[in-house]
């Protein structure tokens, strides 16, 4: 019975904390838009350019090129994040550990190489 307590308990403060920061996501948001100013003039939906007047179109179109690099950066940068923690636990873990490091780093590698044979890493 005291372990059921001290496990609502638990939960008990975890929704008071959920609670209270939407409580007080929601209570900034409703008092900046009381409380902001409300500008009718045509300025109003141009875009900010750090206090420089726009010149020209600012919409500008860019390459998918950049899209593609950065998610490769992302995916890469997330397995060196894994490859540097299974580092840190490769002795504790063993042989298991370490087969199944080796066949994470021959994924990527296989990954890698699928990559460069579609000419996906071709960047001009």
Do not use: H
């Not at 009718?40 to 007047?53: A, M, Q």
């Not at 390459?63 to 490769?90: P, Q, R």
Request: with cysteine.
């Amino acid at each position: 019975m005291l372990n059921q307590i001290s496990g609502i308990n638990e939960y008990f403060s975890f929704f008071w904390f959920i609670f209270f920061s939407l409580f007080l996501c929601f209570f900034m948001l409703f008092l900046s838009y009381f409380l902001g100013g409300k500008s009718k003039s045509r300025y109003k939906n141009i875009p900010f350019e750090s206090g420089v007047t726009a010149v020209g179109d600012t919409s500008l179109r860019f390459s998918i090129k950049f899209y593609l690099i950065a998610m490769f950066f992302v995916v890469f940068d997330v397995e060196a994040l894994y490859l540097y923690a299974w580092s840190t636990s490769v002795l504790e873990t063993g042989w298991t550990g370490f087969f199944e490091g080796s066949m994470f780093i021959a994924l990527l590698l296989l990954s890698l190489f699928y990559l460069i044979r579609i000419k996906a890493l071709n960047w001009i």
